[in-house]
T-cell receptor
Framework: EPEVTQTPSHQVTQMGQEVILRCVPI?????FYWYRQILGQKVEFLVS????????KSEIFDDQFSVERPDGSNFTLKIRSTKLEDSAMYFC??????????FGPGTRLTVL | DAKTTQPNSMESNEEEPVHLPCNHS???????IHWYRQLPSQGPEYVIH???SNVNNRMASLAIAEDRKSSTLILHRATLRDAAVYYC???????????FGPGTRLSVLP
């Protein structure tokens, strides 16, 4: 069964450093998403991406965040200058023209 | 913010049916009702979705009230693996993001 994969599973970084979280969506999907979940809190939407551009973003997704689909298979989330409050699980998801989103296993980001 | 209301937690015994309620009194005519669940230390997982009619799949059944202001996710025989947080979410169109609420934490007792 096709699945969304994410790397790394755990990323530790120093405050102020840049991080790139990587996702490989399901191959024939057209819609891509990033969500995050701070420990013990609800899943929060960050950004959606379709047709090589951002289609929607939340208030969380400020200028420190960017997304890219560099090579037609990967979908990345970059945080330019990490803050302590960026520590969370980051989930990538993808979907086709149906109502089901497939989520990856997540990347745990720890900012020290 | 999420437009649904769910109980914070529920408990069930293994092998028994579970009915997880969701209120969505402000649902619009084009909103689909989605259910996802999140097992411990995993990403959310699709369970089922529907618009007006009741729906069945291999995982669960979705019963939608006639006025669509509430719905119930039914797990026919709970297993220990069904212990998770269950999210009821409204969404109008595919391609839109999901707005997750706190969900219902289901505990399954052996």
């Amino acid at each position: 069964e096709p699945e969304v994969t994410q790397t790394p599973s755990h990323q530790v970084t120093q405050m102020g450093q840049e991080v790139i979280l990587r996702c490989v969506p399901i191959s024939n999907h057209l819609y891509f998403y990033w969500y995050r979940q701070i420990l013990g809190q609800k899943v929060e939407f960050l950004v959606s991406f379709y047709n090589n551009e951002i289609s929607e973003k939340s208030e969380i997704f400020d200028d420190q965040f960017s997304v890219e689909r560099p090579d037609g298979s990967n979908f990345t989330l970059k945080i330019r200058s990490t803050k302590l409050e960026d520590s969370a699980m980051y989930f990538c998801a993808s979907s086709d023209e149906s109502n089901e989103q497939f989520f990856g296993p997540g990347t745990r980001l720890t900012v020290l | 913010d999420a437009k649904t209301t769910q109980p914070n937690s529920m408990e069930s015994n293994e092998e028994e049916p579970v009915h997880l309620p969701c209120n969505h009194s402000t649902i619009s005519g084009t909103d689909y009702i989605h259910w996802y669940r999140q097992l411990p230390s995993q990403g959310p997982e699709y369970v089922i979705h529907g618009l007006t009619s009741n729906v069945n799949n291999r995982m669960a059944s979705l019963a939608i009230a006639e006025d669509r202001k509430s719905s119930t996710l039914i797990l026919h025989r709970a297993t220990l693996r069904d212990a998770a947080v269950y999210y009821c979410i409204l969404r109008e169109n595919y391609g839109q993001n999901f707005v997750f609420g706190p969900g219902t934490r289901l505990s399954v007792l052996p």
